[in-house]
Nanobody
Framework: QVQLVESGGGLAQPGGSLNVSCAGS????????TGWFRQTPGKEREFVAA???????HYADPVRGRFAISRDFAVNTVYLRMNGLKTEDTGVYYCATGRYWNTYNVAAHYDYWGQGTQITVSS
């Protein structure tokens, strides 16, 4: 059984930083695409960042240069470092793992999802 568990997140002021983690079990995340998506009420889940099995890094335009995705093979965990946070970064952040490295920004192509963690950016 594949499980993803997000941790971290919380409240930050605009311009601040937060880290979130995605710990995997039941699947070696280094062999798949692992992505981060976010969602706000009334909107579809939005791609944020992904790391492919071969180490390729991908970012959505709104977060490029501010967010950084990384992974630690030893603990089967993927991280998202968020700097320069903006109020529009507020949302529930989900990690997911999937097989299709060339459609890393398509939520429907991911097999397993975490439960999500809330990120709120507010002054």
């Amino acid at each position: 059984q594949v499980q993803l568990v997000e941790s971290g997140g919380g409240l930050a002021q605009p311009g601040g930083s937060l880290n979130v983690s995605c710990a995997g079990s039941g699947r070696d995340l280094s062999s798949y695409v692992t992505g981060w998506f976010r969602q706000t009420p009334g909107k579809e889940r939005e791609f944020v960042a992904a790391v492919s099995w071969n180490g390729g890094l991908h970012y959505a335009d709104p977060v490029r240069g501010r967010f950084a995705i990384s992974r630690d093979f030893a603990v089967n965990t993927v991280y998202l470092r968020m700097n320069g946070l903006k109020t529009e970064d507020t949302g529930v952040y989900y990690c997911a793992t999937g097989r299709y490295w060339n459609t890393y920004n398509v939520a429907a192509h991911y097999d397993y999802w975490g439960q999500g963690t809330q990120i709120t950016v507010s002054s």
